[in-house]
Each structure stands twice: as C-alpha cells, then as structure tokens.
C-alpha cells in the first residue's frame, strides 16, 4: 500500500525542547516538503528537498531544520529558536517535481 | 513572486445546489494549478490539477475547474453538491522554474445546508 505516512499524529512540545517530526513515503519520489498551517490559513513551506542529501529553505525555515539521508524520508526538528511552533505540520511528495502529494499531518501543541 | 487569492472565506451552498470556488493567480509565465480538499484535522487531498493542454479539466468526485489566462483565474466548479463535500478547498499556484514549489492560497471553507 503506497503513501506518505508522518508521525505522531499529536505532539507536544516542552519550553526550550526540540522536537522531530517524521515523514516517511514508499511512493518512490525525488521530491519532498514541508508545510505548516495555522488556522484560518493555507499552507505555508519550511524546506524542500529535490534529492537525497540536499534541501532548501522554504518562506519560513527560521526556527525548523530537517534532514535527507534516505530517500524515504525527510524529518523535520522543531527547534526551541521557533517561538510560536503550534501549528498543523504536512509533509508531501512528489515526482518529477510535478504533483505533490499529501501526508496526514502532524497537530504540535506547546506545553 | 507568485501569488494565489481565494476571495471567498466561507461559502455556504445547499445540497444539490451547484457550487463554484474562485481563484485568482499572480505568476510571471504559465502555472502549474491545482485544487486540493482538505477535510478537519486531515491532509490535503488532489481534486484536479492544470499543467497544459484543455483549459477545462475534470477531477475526482464530480469536480471541474477552468483555467482563464486572460483573467488568471482558475475556478472550481461541482453542478451539484453532496453533504460530504463540506470541507476546505485550496488553490494552489506551482512555479515550473523552482521545482514546483506551491504557493497556496488561503482556503474557501464550504458549508452545505440539508
């Protein structure tokens, strides 16, 4: 069964703690990324990655580092330098860099 | 810099009314365009998308939407609308010369009335 799996579903997060969230797809794909999402509002990308072991910045890295060792997955680290990191955190995939497609998503809540 | 507006917050429609979501996109050459559904608390789900070709394009669950260059715009259109398409329903814009990064716009959430 191909798609893009991210864990926890829930996350909390301490004061001053850095947290991970992982992304994993068995879809074959080059491509992946990294949005968040506040209520009320679309998407918005931290850091994509074309191929494995090299990524960029999206609009809104500050706070937020990730990693691409293998190409199935692509975890991103919420660290404390991110002051306001509640939000819906979706992970996605792509072919060709052409249709990307969506994760379940990860809620992160501060304690 | 690429930009996509969804001028419409929130719709409420009746079920079996027809439905029609508007966007609107700010891109210097040709976009990739697409439409995605996302239900509470879940992913974004591909209803359709616009590469090239027929600008009238058909998607996933009676959907169809229609790239108009000359207004850049690219409506989502549904002639009869079920209750499990309320949801929030987002236009996104792709820039082909940056590894289709997608600029999303802010969300239409739709309501439908029994």
């Known amino acids: 069964d191909g798609g893009i799996t991210q864990s926890p579903k829930y996350l909390f997060r301490k004061e001053g703690q850095n947290v991970t969230l992982s992304c994993e797809q068995n879809l074959n794909h080059d491509a992946m990324y990294w949005y968040r999402q506040d209520p009320g509002q679309g998407l918005r990308l931290i850091y994509y990655s074309q191929i494995v072991n090299d990524f960029q910045k999206g609009d809104i890295a500050e706070g937020y580092s990730v990693s691409r060792e293998k190409k199935e997955s692509f975890p991103l680290t919420v660290t404390s330098a991110q002051k306001n990191p509640t939000a819906f955190y979706l992970c996605?995939?792509?072919?060709?860099?052409?249709?990307?497609?969506f994760g379940p998503g990860t809620r992160l809540l501060v304690l | 810099a690429q930009s996509v507006t969804q001028p419409d917050i929130h719709i409420t429609v009746s079920e079996g009314a027809s439905l029609e979501l508007r966007c609107n996109y700010s891109y210097g050459a040709t976009p990739y365009l697409f439409w995605y559904v996302q239900s509470p608390g879940q992913g974004l789900q591909l209803l359709l998308k616009?590469?090239?070709?027929?600008?009238l394009v058909q998607g996933i669950k009676g959907f169809e939407a229609e790239f108009k260059r000359s207004q850049s715009s690219f409506n989502l259109r549904k002639p009869s609308v079920h209750w499990s398409d309320a949801a929030e329903y987002f236009c996104a814009v792709g820039a082909r010369a940056a590894g289709n990064k997608l600029t999303f716009g802010g969300g239409t959430r739709v309501l439908v009335k029994p």
């Open positions: 616009y590469f090239s070709g027929d600008t």
């Open positions: 996605a995939s792509s072919r060709n860099q052409e249709t990307q497609y």
